[in-house]
């Protein structure tokens, strides 16, 4: 991730001063994983010191030699040593699943009470509440992961990353079918509620995304959209404009706005950033390389490097704010009843 602009950093609190300030949770949480870490050591060796007499035991039945007979000690370690290699990546990704839900509840509910905001597992709404934007890929499944709630400038902000199944869709002579991708799709969605309600539904997407969203379009709208010709021609390069109402369109896309929606996909290094605009909201859906909000593990202890990452992760989130210029007196934030409805 590329570093965001030094002057919203001095709006938030440092890293080393939350660490500072929950010292004593992080360090039980510490303490916590240091006891996993002993019980995948101690369950290892157990399952080594069972296979050690139980699998030759077994391995004589299924081959006809009498259980009297021994094996030879040498055999007796193979047999225990594979078995403790087979199990080892099952036992440290339950382990390691457990520590990172317990450091991810404990860490980002601090980082989001030093923010003034509010994380909750599972985020704060459901993805069937921005499907109408048209900018979310069918799925069959969907889990919703972290999610942060907070104010900003007076306009309430929710953003939070998700895992769904696609659906995908094919022409095999007969007709179009359907099934389920077996690939998952990393995705983060925000979703900012202004204090102004859009008559039309305008909708910024990367160019090569263009005919995917028509396909998801219902009948009824296919040929509502319309291409907005912006004269932004390096933006255009990348990312197309479509709009149910062509002034309404270059209201919410002037030059300003376009220039810092290129610098937030940068941010995240991702070209697959879209943002839609219909009602009273303001939905962004984007696919970061990288999975967010990921703090620790069991070979990745709690540091104030790793709440620094979240941290600037965050940063960037609530710097959409700042590229669409919401507040209450210009921009997408002003109520203007002479150019919207």
Do not use: W
């Not at 225990?80 to 290699?85: C, E, H, P």
């Amino acid at each position: 991730m590329k570093p965001i602009d030094a002057h919203l950093l001095d709006l938030f609190p440092t890293a080393e001063a939350i660490f500072k300030e929950h010292h004593e949770e992080i360090r039980l949480l510490e303490r916590r994983r240091l006891n996993l870490i002993f019980v995948f050591i101690a369950t290892s060796l157990c399952i080594g010191f069972i296979s050690f007499f139980i699998i030759p035991f077994a391995v004589s039945l299924g081959i006809g030699v009498p259980p009297s007979m021994p094996m030879s000690l040498s055999l007796n370690l193979f047999y225990a040593i594979a078995t403790m290699l087979g199990f080892l990546p099952v036992q440290y990704g339950m382990l390691d699943g457990i520590y990172r839900s317990l450091a991810k509840r404990k860490c980002l509910d601090i980082i989001a009470r030093a923010l003034k905001m509010t994380y909750r597992r599972g985020g704060f709404f459901y993805l069937t509440a921005i499907y109408d934007h048209h900018i979310l890929p069918p799925y069959t499944k969907r889990t919703v992961e972290e999610g942060f709630s907070g104010k900003f400038k007076g306009f309430k902000i929710e953003f939070q990353d998700f895992f769904i199944s696609p659906v995908q869709r094919f022409y095999d002579g007969m007709g179009i079918r359907s099934f389920t991708s077996l690939r998952r799709y990393y995705g983060l969605s925000m979703k900012v509620e202004l204090n102004k309600r859009f008559a039309h539904h305008t909708v910024l997407l990367p160019a090569k995304e263009q005919k995917h969203f028509l396909a998801r379009l219902p009948n009824a709208n296919l040929f509502l959209h319309e291409d907005v010709n912006l004269v932004y021609h390096h933006f255009t390069r990348h990312y197309v404009c479509l709009s149910t109402h062509q002034i309404e369109a270059r209201y919410i896309l002037d030059p300003a706005v376009m220039e810092r929606f290129t610098r937030l996909a940068e941010a995240f290094d991702t070209d697959r950033i879209s943002a839609s605009f219909m009602g009273n909201e303001m939905v962004i859906v984007m696919r970061p390389l990288l999975n967010l909000f990921e703090i620790g593990s069991l070979r990745d202890p709690v540091t104030v490097l790793t709440i620094e990452r979240t941290l600037m992760q965050i940063y960037a989130l609530r710097q959409m704010a700042e590229i669409f210029e919401l507040n209450d007196k210009a921009g997408l934030g002003a109520t203007v009843t002479e150019r919207v409805d």
